[in-house]
C-alpha cells in the first residue's frame, strides 16, 4: 500500500516556477514509478511526466518537455516536478500516482493516487 500526498500548486504569473512534491508513504516506495498527470476543468485527464523507479528514465508530454524537471529523491520517499516557464494552459489539478509496470503515460497502469494539488498561472 502506498499513500501519496501532494504540494507546493499555487497561484502564479505566466513565466513564472513552481515546484510540486509528492510525498510517499510505505517502505516500497523505490519499488514504484511515479507519473504526474493533470486535469483542467472540462478536460480529460492529462499525462505530464512520469519517472521510473531508480530514477534513470523520465518520460514528458510533448506540451511540458524543456520546461518541466520530474525527479526523485528514494531516501525521502519524494518525487518532484519542476515547472517553469508556466503558461496559463497549465492550470489544473496536478495529481501524482504510482505504478509497478506498464506505460509511464497510461493512467490504467497506475495503482495508487493521491489528492491533486491545484496550480493556476494568470496571465
Known amino acids: 500500500q502506498v499513500q501519496l500526498v501532494e504540494s507546493g500548486g499555487g497561484l502564479v504569473q505566466a513565466g513564472g516556477s513552481l515546484r510540486l512534491s509528492c510525498a510517499a508513504s510505505g517502505r516500497t516506495f523505490s519499488s514504484y514509478g511515479i507519473g504526474w498527470f493533470r486535469q483542467a476543468p472540462g478536460k480529460e485527464r492529462e499525462f505530464v511526466a512520469a519517472?521510473?523507479?531508480?530514477?534513470?528514465?523520465?518520460y514528458y508530454a510533448a506540451s511540458v518537455k524543456g520546461r518541466f524537471t520530474i525527479s526523485r529523491d528514494n531516501a525521502k520517499n519524494t518525487v518532484y516536478l519542476q515547472m517553469n516557464g508556466l503558461k496559463p494552459e497549465d492550470t489544473a489539478v496536478y495529481v501524482c500516482?504510482?505504478?509497478?509496470?506498464?506505460?509511464?503515460?497510461?493512467?490504467?497502469?497506475?495503482?495508487?493516487w493521491g489528492q491533486g494539488t491545484q496550480v493556476t498561472v494568470s496571465s
Open positions: 500516482a504510482a505504478r509497478t509496470y506498464g506505460a509511464p503515460a497510461d493512467p490504467k497502469t497506475y495503482t495508487y
Open positions: 519517472i521510473g523507479w531508480s530514477g534513470g528514465s523520465t
